[in-house]
């Protein structure tokens, strides 16, 4: 049978205005599931004017007709081209080598840590006045899991305690000792069952770098090596990252955020002693970083072991998750095969235009200008001192900028659609963040706490 060429015109707009009318709504239906119960509603509400013209445009005679037909059928290749096409990747390091590495004396992490009255104390702020100023006022606030705080849960705040004090059981695990029989295994395929076994212990993504002396700091500024200087003693790095829970984060600053961040390093730190423990097992030297027993700077190696790229807010920003992960890394002198380190342009192009992190930062310590250069790379750079001050509010470590990400949203077809399209294209990774603010708002309210975390 044989269909009149008039009527192929109406065919295809027919098909186009079906399939997107079934987009919106099984988008709007995927919203509810995701308790986000207003953007469910909008796409609901857009339904009706794609309906009301998709209606007039199939059912109505007019002289275009077939010129849209065809405006349809481009648009509708465009993007199922952006859809299949690979990724917009560079090879190579550009503006990100820092040109010096960072002592870990500067870390606010360390430096809460120094005690009044020792030498320590003097003999870091008697050169560091203004980080003195900005670490005394913090001191003078709440605190971090403090009872005075603003999101003070003394379910949540104990289980994030809890936490922490495994971790630093566990961090005695580190100095496993390495056994002086040593297993000799391919280099494919150890690193293939490194990898597949890291994701089986519950890992998101799992990459392998080169160990560069960027990726490691000067000296050690906590601990009991405090003040040794750290050397490169490893030649690669297994970097791996650990999913947080999306309904704990959209919570965020509340108590569910440190809840979820404590677990997830704890996580990555029995993830991170396993492999290190395994690869010291079969003869070859090897350390795992871990909360509060770090000898590098996990997320420069997370990027350039392939598995995203450093976004506006400072942290790692992956391909599926966005920042909603937490790190940890392996170092070892196992035989094993690097991956390719690429630079991500679009998702830095997507970060160069959302500020939706910036402008949700209830600390106002994220930049909503440009990138700068700083210790020869080219990033933002985040305030600390503001972001930590506002910890010490709040009691959390805040999670907020996490949480507002566009691309923090679950990993379903909905958000990998766009995610994907994002990736393979400059103009929409300079406009999605339109379509999430509305959808989410600008400044969307965090997400009521679980029942079950609640005291009454």
């Excluded at 987009?23 to 599931?33: L, P």
């Excluded at 003078?140 to 403090?146: E, K, V």
């Excluded at 700077?297 to 807010?313: F, H, N, T």
Aim: charge should be positive.
């Amino acid at each position: 049978m044989i269909i009149e060429v008039s009527i192929l015109p109406t065919i295809i707009i027919s098909l186009f205005f079906s399939f997107l009318i079934i987009i919106f709504a099984v988008s709007s239906i995927i919203s509810y599931f995701e308790h986000e119960a207003k953007a469910a509603n909008k796409l609901l509400i857009l339904l009706i004017p794609i309906i009301i013209v998709g209606y007039f445009a199939i059912f109505k005679d007019f002289n275009f007709k077939t010129i849209l037909a065809i405006v349809l059928i481009l648009l509708a290749a465009i993007i199922l081209y952006y859809l299949i096409k690979k990724p917009i990747k560079v090879v190579g390091y550009s503006h990100n080598i820092p040109q010096n590495r960072i002592d870990e004396h500067d870390v606010i992490f360390a430096r809460m840590r120094l005690k009044p009255n020792t030498d320590d104390w003097n003999n870091y702020y008697s050169t560091h006045r203004y980080e003195e100023e900005q670490d005394n006022k913090a001191r003078s606030m709440a605190g971090l899991l403090s009872k005075s705080s603003l999101y003070y849960n003394p379910l949540t705040y104990n289980t994030a305690n809890t936490n922490f004090d495994i971790i630093e059981y566990l961090q005695k695990a580190i100095k496993h000792p390495v056994s002086d029989k040593k297993i000799e295994i391919d280099q494919q395929k150890l690193t293939e069952y490194i990898k597949n076994w890291t994701k089986y212990l519950g890992a998101h993504s799992v990459g392998i770098t080169e160990l560069r002396d960027y990726h490691l700091y000067s000296y050690r500024g906590r601990g009991e090596d405090k003040g040794k200087p750290v050397i490169k003693s490893h030649k690669y790095a297994i970097a791996f990252t650990v999913e947080m829970d999306f309904d704990n984060v959209s919570a965020a600053p509340a108590s569910p955020i440190i809840c979820e961040s404590t677990q997830k390093y704890l996580d990555c730190a029995t993830i991170a002693l396993q492999i290190a423990t395994f690869l010291k097992n079969a003869g070859h030297d090897s350390r795992a970083h871990i909360d509060g027993d770090y000898e590098l700077i996990c997320p420069l190696v997370a990027r350039d072991a392939g598995l995203g790229e450093i976004g506006r807010m400072g942290l790692l920003m992956t391909p599926e998750l966005g920042p909603r992960v937490r790190i940890a890394v392996v170092t070892t002198n196992a035989p094993l095969l690097p991956d390719q380190f690429v630079l991500e342009p679009t998702m830095i192009e997507f970060c160069t235009y959302c500020k939706k992190c910036a402008d949700c930062c209830p600390g106002k310590a994220l930049p909503s200008g440009a990138m700068e250069e700083n210790n020869g790379v080219k990033r933002w750079k985040v305030n600390t001192e503001m972001c930590y001050q506002y910890w010490c509010v709040s009691g959390t470590d805040c999670g907020r900028c996490i949480s507002v990400c566009p691309f923090s949203h679950p990993n379903n077809i909905l958000h990998n659609v766009i995610r994907r399209l994002i990736r393979r294209s400059y103009i929409m990774a300079r406009i999605a963040y339109i379509a999430d603010d509305i959808l989410y708002d600008r400044k969307p309210k965090p997400k009521p706490i679980a029942k079950w975390m609640k005291v009454n």
